[in-house]
């Protein structure tokens, strides 16, 4: 029933920004940590930015100083603004949520990803 939708990328010249965001719907108890992950072509996914309920943040190194990572609780939405971005930016870019939900009685807490949106810089 959970489901992340991304949306936000396209093409962008180097040095430009994008900002992404991703929505989680479905019968929802709480949303733990959230967060962006990006794979390119012939890579290995790769995680961009992370950020826990409580607004604690984390950031690949590739990004830190240019990606920033939010949350809106309220609409169960993550987004990251991208700004300075690089042709090595380029990749398909999948949200990620750990999300507590209420089956048959219990809780149960599980990681879902977004279908990915791509991101692609270049001049």
């Known amino acids: 029933q959970v489901q992340l939708v991304e949306s936000g990328g396209g093409l962008v010249q180097p040095g430009g920004s994008l900002r992404l965001s991703c929505a989680a719907s479905?019968?929802?108890?709480?949303?733990?940590?959230m967060g962006w992950y990006r794979q390119a072509p012939g890579k290995q996914r790769e995680l961009v930015a992370t950020?826990?309920?409580?607004?604690?943040?984390d950031y690949a190194d590739s990004v830190k100083g240019r990606f920033t990572i939010s949350r809106d609780n309220a609409k169960n939405t993550v987004y990251v603004q991208m700004n300075s971005l690089k042709p090595e930016d380029t990749a398909v870019y999948y949200c990620?949520?750990?999300?507590?939900?209420?089956?048959?009685?219990?809780?149960?807490?599980?990681?879902?990803w977004g279908q990915g949106t791509q991101v692609t810089v270049s001049s």
């Open positions: 990620n949520a750990d999300i507590r939900t209420v089956v048959a009685g219990s809780f149960r807490s599980n990681r879902y």
């Open positions: 950020i826990t309920s409580g607004g604690s943040t």
């Open positions: 479905g019968i929802i108890f709480s949303i733990n940590a």
